[in-house]
């Protein structure tokens, strides 16, 4: 049997354990470091961290395809008045992609990543699962991992705890946010990258004018603060092409109906026909509490939920459990 894998590596802690591990269950293992940023200082560092484990290193160079994939998908989204997710899309079309396309140039079939999952076989399916480490669990933002991926994967971190980092933890912080805003406030990137956004009018449930907002697409659906509004007020919509926002007192914001389009299920019949789906959609909201049952839908799959969700917002993505297992997930359209 191969032991060879090829390993997504930033020289972080969580990629350094990866290494550890897989060495430790025997596995020959390569780094390849992904420059999506042209940061120089991290390709040091990872190569630098490669040389410290003991495992080869290799680059490849994304930088194009992620600003066109990911960077404008990211500004295009809060541009329609959305709230994209960009791990979510980065990971199958990134990430995953170019570690599998780099593993068959070199002949290699196992394939893994410093992520916190678990994978999990059923009837012959492979899926993502969630981590031992549920406050540590990443399972949700690889809902758009096809079968062939995860037939392939390992997840050396699906066993770990927080505790078990200890040793590669020692003056380093963890990653945390959205990569290429780099430290940046998300609302300061936008206006940097399209000096369009300007301020505009915020109305209230009469539609009278009750303050000004620094541009529509800098704020999300449920947003009480940075809008200078009444206690208990939040935002109940969004128009981008007015360049309006719509807020209200103590709105509800529940609801029971979410509608998704861009959906991926690696069981469809599975997830059509199952009464204890459960939701989770990372953002400001509140996940929904109990279970889902989903059903086709001219525009995509229609989940209707027995706890609503609060404050849902187009473009997260919603992803279904099914116990432990990621069973797939979509995009948000609408909600009612």
Known sequence: ???????????????????????????????????????????????RAAGETGIGFLCEQVRE???RHIIRY?????????????????????KWHALC?????????????GHYFRIVVRQG????????????????????????????????????????????AAGERESMGVCFLRGMRCADFLCERRPDI????????DARRIGTHRGAPLYTVGQKRGLGLPPGWAV?????????????????????RLLLGGCRFADRDEVLSSDDLSVVIRGIGRNPAGFARAQEHPSGVLLTLDDPAWAPAAGQP??????????????LEKYF
């Open 236 to 256: 109940t919509a969004i128009d981008t092409a007015a360049n309006t926002l719509f807020a209200a007192p103590a709105p509800p914001l529940l609801y029971r």
């Open 101 to 113: 396309a780099a593993a068959d140039r070199l002949g290699i079939r196992r394939i893994a990543t």
């Open 125 to 168: 399916l492979h899926y993502a699962a969630r981590a031992a480490d549920r406050r540590k669990d990443q399972s949700y933002y690889l809902w758009g991992l096809d079968e062939k991926i995860l037939s392939r994967a390992l997840a050396p971190m699906g066993g770990l705890f927080k505790s078990d980092l200890e040793p590669y």
């Open 318 to 331: 919603v992803v279904l459990y099914r116990g432990e297992r990621v069973i797939g997930g979509g995009f």
């Open 1 to 47: 049997m191969d032991k060879s894998v090829l390993l997504a590596f930033s020289g972080g802690m969580d990629s350094r354990a990866a290494a550890r591990e897989l060495l430790g269950a025997g596995y020959r293992v390569t780094a390849l470091y992904l420059d999506m940023l042209g940061d120089r200082e991290a390709y040091r560092r990872a190569e």
């Open 74 to 94: 990211f500004i295009d989204e809060y541009m329609r008045g959305r709230t994209p997710a960009p791990c979510t899309l980065c990971n199958p079309l990134i």
């Open 65 to 67: 395809r992620f600003a």
């Open 198 to 205: 300007v301020p505009g009018p915020i109305l209230g449930p």
